[in-house]
């Protein structure tokens, strides 16, 4: 009788497929190990004791609540705007055929791709040449500039594996353009919606390099974190810190993976001859 089932995988590809993971998350678990660490000063292996001290100390710090208050309150907003503004510039570009369309495509992307130092160093010049004081909104223009790509790559793709002849036939029953997008074309995109506004919250939410030329004076957690490092106290007060980031960013880009994961193809059975 044939069988349905794929076979395993050879020894090597396993082997490097371990090594290629534990060299991506071994770090995280060194992070976790010294936020149990009891020497405050220094980072030794293996720690010279283990205490749970540390999370209450972290718990009691008003300067990472307001940190993180900062930095969910941005990540909020920059995910709003990168979702009103890439999913606008997704629709006119699947939807409308003009000179210059696959420019302006290009030119929505191209901000993901370049460096964040230009990125930062582009808008902290026009922020200091437009005299705009540096506040909550100039990072969040910032953040929105890499953000919204994400949402507009989403939508895009979504509305590009959509039938076109679902808004045909919405228009010819007498449909307007609101009642053909709420009706038709936002049911359809929506988890595409959701998937870029979770990945576009965590881009915001961890971002550092882009925030350092745009935020002032302002400390978000991971500014905090990075301006803790330089410092010779409660080094694991700092770990948690960073932990807590990687779950906030690691929970939207896992979600976000299983909104837009392809469904899998059934197994075929081989043929006999």
């Known amino acids: 009788m044939p069988s349905n089932t794929v076979g395993r995988a050879p020894l090597g590809v ?7 993971l534990l060299f991506l998350h071994l770090p995280m678990l ?22 749970a001290q540390w999370f209450n100390v972290a718990w009691h710090r008003t300067d990472i609540w307001d940190a993180l208050g900062l930095s969910v309150r941005v990540a909020s907003l920059t995910t ?11 629709v006119a570009v699947h939807r409308s055929r003009f000179f210059g369309r696959e420019t302006i495509s290009f030119l929505v992307i191209l901000p993901i791709a370049l460096p964040g130092i230009v990125t930062g160093i582009s808008l902290r010049s026009a922020i200091s040449l437009l005299d705009i004081p540096f ?9 929105a500039t890499f953000c919204v790509v ?14 076109p002849s679902l808004v045909e ?21 929506a988890t595409a919606l959701v998937a870029g506004g979770m990945l576009a919250f965590a881009l915001s939410f961890d971002e550092i390099i882009v925030t350092t030329f745009t935020a002032g004076q302002q400390e978000t957690l991971p500014i905090w974190v990075f301006n803790q490092l330089t ?13 807590f980031v990687i779950a906030v960013t690691f929970i939207p880009i896992l979600l976000a993976h299983r909104l837009t994961a392809e469904p899998g193809e059934p197994r075929r059975t081989p043929r006999t001859h």
Do not use: E, K
């Open 14 to 20: 396993r082997l490097a497929t371990v090594a290629v």
């Open 30 to 51: 060194v992070i976790l190990l010294f936020c149990f660490t009891t020497d405050d000063t220094l980072f030794r292996f293996p720690p010279p004791g283990l205490t």
């Open 80 to 90: 709003a705007a990168a979702l009103l503004l890439g999913t606008m510039a997704a």
């Open 135 to 143: 506040s909550l909104w100039t990072i969040v223009i910032g953040h």
């Open 150 to 163: 994400v949402v507009y790559n989403n939508v895009l793709a979504r509305l590009r594996r959509s039938s």
């Open 169 to 189: 036939a919405s228009m010819d029953l007498g449909a307007s353009s609101f009642q053909t997008f709420r009706y038709i074309v936002l049911p359809h995109i």
């Open 231 to 243: 410092r010779p106290r409660q080094r694991p007060v700092t770990n948690i810190v960073a932990l």
